[in-house]
C-alpha cells in the first residue's frame, strides 16, 4: 500500500471574497487543520478588495495578501491575446480565461516564497476555471500539492454552499434570489447559473451590472479613435495612455453606449456546453479597431494563415495553456506578422450599435489607384492571361471527360 501523503500544513488559496473562496478557509480549517494564506489579486475587478481582505482574515486566514497585477495583466496577457486575434468559437473574448493565469501565478510565486506546501483554489469540478489554475500551478510550482475543495467536499450546489456559509456564519452577497456566478476584472464582467440555465430565458435586464441598456443609452451618437502600434493600443482621440488607463477611457465609453454585451452557448473544455452572459465594453471597441487595421496593414497570405492561428490561440487561452510553449511560439509569429499593424480606427457607437467611421496607417496597403474602377496603373489585359491559368484545374476536367479519358 502506498502511504498517504502528509496533509499541506500551509496552503496559499487563491480568494476573491466571493461565494465559493469565502467558505473555503473555514472548511480547509476543519478538513486539512492548516494555515490558510489568502491571496487577492487585483485584476481590475471594481471591488474593495480592503474589504476583501478583512473579509479573508475574520473567516480564518492568517494573512492576506492583496497583489496589484492590472498592469501585468493588460500588458501580458490581453495585448497578446489581442494582437493574435483570438475569438474563442468566434465571440467569446476570453476575459475570465486571460485572467485566471496570471492570478494563478502569482499565487504560486507567493507560496513558494512564504514556504507554504499547498495551493487551493474555489474552481468547481465541472468548469475550465479548475484547468487554467492548476496548468499555471503546474507551470509554475509543479511540486506542490493542490486542494481543489469542490472536488472533495459534500457540498453539490452554490444552494448549499450558502447555506454552509450561513452555518458557519460568512457574509456572502448571493442568496437563493441572486444566484448568479459573476467575475469580473478589467476586460469584462460574465454571469452564469440561475436563470441561465434555461436557454429559453432570456437574461433579465436586472443582470447586466456594467453596460447600459441600448433603450437607455444616449440619444446622441459617441465617436472615438482608438491608435495602435504594431498591433498594440496605444491611444484614444489622439492621447497616449498606458495600458490600464487606455482601457479604462474605453470601456466607460463603450459601456454607456450600450456597447459590448453577449448572451452565447460555449464548449467547455470538459466536454459539456454552457451558457454564459458577458459584459466586455472596451474589450468590443479594442477588437473590432484591431481587425479593421489589419485589414488595411496585412498582406492576404498573412492575413488568411493567421486566421487558422488566432483560432487556436484562442483555444490555448480557453484551455488553461497559457504557459505552454506552443502559444509562446504563435506569440513570436504573431509579433513579426503585426509589425505593421500600426495606425488609427475610427468608430461610432450609438444604442448598442458600433460602426467603423475611418481606417488609417503609415502602412496601408490599400491604394486607390488600384482599386477605384478607372482603370490608372492597372491593366486589364492582364486579367486575361491570370484567369486562364488560375482556371487551369478547372478547365481540363471537363476537357478531358469530352474525349473520353473517363465517363
Same mark, same amino acid.
Given at each position: ?51 476583501? &481582505? ?43 480565461? %486571460? ?84 467575475? &469580473? ?89 454552457? &451558457? ?98 478607372? %482603370? ?32
Amino acid at each position: 500500500m502506498t502511504p498517504q501523503a502528509p496533509k499541506p500544513k500551509k496552503v496559499v488559496l487563491a480568494y476573491s471574497g466571493g461565494l465559493d473562496t469565502s467558505i473555503i478557509i473555514p472548511w480547509l480549517r476543519e478538513n486539512y487543520g492548516c494555515e490558510v494564506i489568502a491571496m487577492i489579486g487585483d485584476v481590475g475587478q471594481q471591488e474593495d478588495l480592503e474589504a476583501a &481582505r478583512k473579509k479573508a482574515l475574520t473567516t480564518g486566514a492568517s494573512t492576506a495578501y492583496v497583489e496589484d497585477l492590472r498592469e501585468e495583466f493588460v500588458r501580458d496577457y490581453i495585448w497578446p491575446t489581442l494582437r493574435a486575434g483570438a475569438v474563442y468559437e468566434h465571440t467569446y473574448l476570453l476575459g475570465t480565461s %486571460m485572467a485566471r493565469p496570471v492570478l494563478a501565478k502569482r499565487q504560486a510565486e507567493l507560496a513558494l516564497q512564504l514556504g507554504a506546501d499547498g495551493l487551493s483554489h474555489g474552481c468547481t469540478g465541472k468548469g475550465n476555471d479548475q484547468v487554467r489554475f492548476e496548468l499555471a500551478y503546474k507551470a509554475i510550482a509543479p511540486h506542490l500539492p493542490i486542494i481543489a475543495p469542490w472536488r472533495e467536499w459534500a457540498i453539490d450546489s452554490r444552494e448549499d454552499a450558502i447555506a454552509y456559509a450561513q452555518k458557519h456564519h460568512v457574509q456572502v452577497e448571493q442568496s437563493r434570489a441572486n444566484i448568479y456566478s459573476r467575475d &469580473r476584472n478589467i476586460w469584462h464582467l460574465s454571469h452564469e447559473g440561475g436563470d441561465l440555465e434555461d436557454l429559453a430565458n432570456a437574461p433579465r435586464e436586472s443582470m447586466w451590472q456594467w453596460i447600459v441598456s441600448p433603450e437607455q443609452a444616449p440619444e446622441k451618437a459617441e465617436e472615438v479613435e482608438i491608435g495602435f502600434e504594431a498591433g498594440t493600443p496605444v491611444s484614444v482621440n489622439g492621447k497616449k495612455l498606458g495600458p490600464v488607463a487606455l482601457l479604462n477611457a474605453l470601456n466607460d465609453i463603450a459601456a454607456t453606449h450600450g456597447v459590448g454585451r453577449t448572451d452565447l452557448v460555449e464548449n467547455r473544455l470538459v466536454g459539456m456546453k454552457s &451558457r454564459g452572459a458577458y459584459e466586455t465594453p472596451g474589450g468590443t471597441l479594442l477588437v473590432t479597431a484591431h481587425r479593421e487595421l489589419e485589414r488595411l496593414t496585412l498582406d492576404r497570405e498573412t492575413s488568411h494563415f493567421q486566421q487558422a492561428l488566432s483560432g487556436r490561440y484562442a483555444e490555448l487561452v480557453y484551455y488553461g495553456l497559457w504557459f505552454s510553449p506552443l502559444r509562446e511560439s504563435l506569440d513570436g509569429f504573431f509579433n513579426v506578422a503585426q509589425q505593421r499593424v500600426t495606425g488609427s480606427v475610427g468608430l461610432k457607437l450609438w444604442k448598442g450599435t458600433l460602426n467603423v467611421t475611418k481606417r488609417l496607417s503609415p502602412f496601408s496597403l490599400y491604394r486607390s489607384d488600384l482599386a477605384s474602377f478607372s %482603370m490608372g496603373r492597372y491593366n486589364p489585359k492582364d486579367a486575361e492571361g491570370f484567369i486562364n491559368l488560375f482556371a487551369l484545374p478547372v478547365t481540363v476536367r471537363p476537357m478531358a471527360k469530352a474525349e473520353g479519358q473517363y465517363s
